[in-house]
């Protein structure tokens, strides 16, 4: 077959160019007649995931057992083969997407998307973190992080070698005539998406932008920032020079997949079009988690719940993994590029997160030397700049010097010749340890709570709300992240570089629970510093929280709690002020008769946004302004029906003619497109939930750790586990996630056994 030829060619990173991978695929479909589809193609290239490996690095045979739903449950004699093991199997299932994952953090797009990435590749260069690796680094996510790092790195690159001879590489290797390049131990050390702290940059400077436009009162009383705290703006920096263009220096990076151009001839196939990612997307921090303590479940054993939120996209952001080997036994999620489980239970304790929101970095405004641009002040001096000189490789163009320039603070990334300022960004991203989740490695093999919290000394990033329940029915809270300490400003605004407002090291005074009164600990991405807590971590806009303030009501109010009492708290769809809202159309009539019959379905509504809900839809449509000032002011028919009425037309705009197929899931519709073809694009989901509510739009993956029933433990992940079209496990996963259906985490060995669906061996041997 056509496919076979294309695929089964020797190759090696670095070894085959584009115009070769062309060429081949050309001859092959000259040979072979027909051309084949993109279903067969991707067919052709599915990795192997039944019978026996031989791979070069492994010490021992290595098992993986993957379940109906996906998970691999990898088992091995020691470390070094089980985190080999778990390269080698993200690699099987994911390695287009690590692919792009290395090539956007290392600031590398161009090469591969041609200009329009230069912007990002600049960004990613100038904020990227260059070291040292060395004990600091790699110890502070595990004793033996360099170790785990360095077989991880030795796994992902022995499934390249064995993909390339195989002819089983990702499709999108061929569609793309892209070859995969090798990993190191430093390669998954990127600080990526929310471990790259630049939005607090942005909020600084456009707070800035407004103290310079309205003054500090008023900017400060339209930024409601809770905690409350006057704004000051701090001496030596003058507000009104900080422009648009100040801020476009940190923008521009890509934390989405990227989408290559398609070689010939697979650039002119029927489906060879890129879909839009037209669906709901998650527009704010919508993550939840809470520990339940022993004392207040029908069990006696704690319950542990998370349902953290990101995009949803296609392929998953996260991945579902069991390691097991003498010493580590753990399951849960993890990026695919990082190895261990950053979320999720290992037999003693169970933990989830959150978002903090701590403030993690700060503009420093440099005073120029006028004679040498190349020297910026401190104190009563100046002090040179570090310049480094990188060449970006362009597609179809060519290349591109780039001089990045470092103050004592960090990367400069705007500079105002006409003022002699330049703008600098001290980030905890800087520091050592500070890679996104994979301190997590520390809670793999941690035995209880009180343990826990010891950990968290070294969980620097991504700033998290971590929580803990344990086998001994034990609950624990801590705000952790890198924590910069001001002593003499807040963060909100940008500071002289000359040396009045520095970091006086970083905060060990970080708010933390154990085992507290309410018998529950939980988090929504609200405001949780405790009262007297000073100086704050973060600023954020003022409530209402409501997501927090639903999981506060219901764990509250109820005892006996079961792992179904997590389900239905996950999936809760109710919004307090819909349902308020939704009173107001009671105990009158529309004047319209048109009108009427959904004003008295409003009346009737529960304030649930139910996928199938049409008043739900109707709701979403009608001016907020209005109803809250009908709400203050109490007597509001007619202002209420002439809002309900626009909206009835708005719907119709959005949904068509025909009521009856008028529906909140049309609105809360999440989309699979591929991120090359539409030819493996996947269904789209309609879904309950969004709208602020408890159920918001982006946990693709959640968990439900039962301790009374390890086993009966449960989760959900969508699209599927793989990235590979044409895999059992691409997309499987989510209707049952639509649907509000989980997937049982099967921990023992005796349940993994009984339910495996794929049996690999991996075996020392081959070359």
Same mark, same amino acid.
């Given at each position: 077959?056509r496919? !076979? ?9 670095g ?15 000259c ?10 193609l ?26 109906p739903?996906?998970?691999? +449950?990898?088992?091995?004699?020691? &470390? ?9 199997v ?9 692919e ?31 070291g ?15 170790? !785990? ?39 998954? &050390? ?21 103290v ?24 030596g920096?003058? #507000? ?50 809470w ?10 054993h ?6 953290? +939120? ?12 069991h ?17 261990g ?7 003693? !304790?169970a933990w ?48 591109v ?7 004592? +603070? ?6 105002d ?37 010891e950990? #968290?000394?070294?969980? &620097? ?7 803990c ?17 001001r002593?003499?400003? +807040? ?29 529950w600990?939980?988090t ?78 409003l ?16 709701y979403r ?5 209005v ?5 203050g ?12 009425a626009?909206? &009835? ?39 309950s939930?969004g ?18 029933d ?34 049982? #985490? ?8 009984a ?5 690999l ?7």
């Amino acid at each position: 077959m056509r496919l !076979i030829c294309v695929s089964g060619f020797a190759r090696h990173p670095g070894g085959v160019t584009v115009a070769t991978l062309a060429f081949l695929a050309f001859i092959c479909a000259c040979a072979e007649g027909p051309t084949a589809s993109f279903e067969e193609l991707a067919q052709a290239q599915l990795p192997q995931i039944d019978g026996r490996i031989e791979v070069p690095g492994l010490d021992a045979e290595v098992e993986v057992l993957r379940d109906p739903w996906g998970i691999p +449950h990898i088992y091995a004699s020691g &470390l070094d083969d089980l985190f080999f093991a778990q390269g080698f199997v993200q690699a099987q299932d994911r390695l287009w997407q690590m692919e792009m994952y290395r090539r956007a953090g290392e600031g590398r797009l161009s090469e591969v998307l041609g200009a329009e990435a230069l912007q990002h590749d600049h960004v990613a260069r100038l904020l990227m973190f260059r070291g040292p690796f060395d004990d600091a680094e790699f110890t502070t996510y595990h004793p033996e992080g360099r170790r !785990i790092l360095e077989a991880f790195a030795s796994g992902i690159n022995a499934y390249i070698d064995h993909a390339t001879a195989a002819g089983e590489l990702p499709v999108e290797f061929l569609l793309t005539g892209l070859e995969p390049e090798y990993w190191s131990a430093e390669t998954p &050390l990127l600080r990526m998406q929310t471990a790259m702290p630049v939005a607090d940059v942005r909020r600084e400077l456009q707070l800035a932008l407004r103290v310079a436009e309205l003054g500090p009162e008023e900017a400060n009383r339209q930024a409601n920032p809770t905690p409350w705290r006057e704004l000051e703006v701090p001496a030596g920096v003058d #507000m009104t020079l900080i422009s648009g263009d100040v801020l476009a220096g940190v923008t521009g990076f890509r934390n989405a997949m990227s989408s290559p151009p398609l070689v010939a001839p697979y650039d002119g196939w029927t489906g060879s079009e890129m879909a839009l990612n037209l669906g709901a997307r998650e527009t704010s921090p919508g993550s939840n988690n809470w520990a339940i303590h022993g004392s207040r479940t029908a069990s006696g054993h704690a319950i542990v719940a998370n349902d953290p +939120h990101r995009g949803v996209t296609n392929p998953s952001l996260r991945y579902v993994v069991h390691l097991d080997a003498p010493g580590w036994t753990t399951i849960g999620s993890t990026e695919p590029v990082l190895p261990g489980v950053a979320i999720g239970h290992n037999g003693r !304790i169970a933990w989830g997160l959150t978002i903090v929101g701590t403030d993690q970095s700060d503009v420093y405004v440099e005073q120029v030397n006028p004679d040498n641009p190349k020297q910026v002040r401190w104190a009563d001096g100046w002090e040179e700049l570090r310049t480094i000189t990188e060449t970006v490789q362009v597609r179809d163009g060519d290349p591109v010097t780039l001089e990045l320039e470092f103050s004592r +603070h960090g990367p400069i990334f705007h500079r105002d010749p006409e003022n002699n300022l330049a703008y600098a960004m001290r980030s905890t991203m800087h520091e050592p340890g500070t890679t996104g989740y994979l301190a997590g490695l520390r809670l793999n093999v941690v035995s209880d709570c009180s343990g826990f919290l010891e950990e #968290m000394r070294y969980w &620097l990033a991504p700033t998290e709300n971590m929580i803990c329940g344990d086998a001994d029915g034990n609950i624990a809270w801590q705000a952790a992240a890198l924590s910069p300490s001001r002593p003499n400003w +807040h963060g909100r605004l940008p500071v002289p570089g000359t040396g009045e407002f520095e970091w006086d090291g970083f905060r060990d005074d970080l708010p933390t629970e154990y085992n507290p009164e309410r018998g529950w600990v939980g988090t929504a991405n609200h405001d949780i510093h405790p009262p007297g807590y000073d100086p704050p971590l973060f600023f954020k806009t003022a409530g209402p929280f409501a997501r927090f303030a639903r999981v506060q009501e219901v764990l509250n109010a109820g005892s006996d709690f079961t792992p179904e009492d997590s389900r239905l708290l996950q999936q809760d769809a109710y919004s307090a002020s819909g349902a308020r809202h939704a009173a107001l159309f009671g105990g009158w009539t529309a004047s319209d008769a048109d009108v009427e019959p959904y004003r008295a379905e409003l009346a009737a509504w529960n304030g649930v946004f139910d996928r199938d809900s049409r008043a739900a839809a109707i709701y979403r449509r009608i001016d907020g302004d209005v109803l809250e000032q009908v709400a203050g002011e109490g007597d509001g028919a007619a202002a209420l029906e002439a809002a309900l009425a626009a909206a &009835l037309g708005q719907i119709a705009s959005d949904q068509g003619d025909d009521p009856a197929e008028w529906r909140w899931g049309r609105d809360h519709r999440n989309e699979f497109p591929h991120a090359l073809v539409t030819a493996y694009d996947l269904p789209s989901a309609e879904r309950s939930g969004g709208a602020g509510t408890v159920a918001a739009t982006g946990a693709t993956y959640r968990h439900i750790v039962d301790f009374a029933d390890l086993d009966g433990s449960l989760f959900t992940n969508a699209p599927g586990q793989s990235g590979r079209p044409g895999s059992p496990y691409y997309g499987n996963l989510t209707e049952d996630w639509a649907n509000r259906e989980y997937s049982p #985490m099967l921990f023992s060995r005796e349940a993994v056994e009984a339910q495996a669906e794929n049996r690999l061996v991996l075996a020392p041997g081959g070359s």
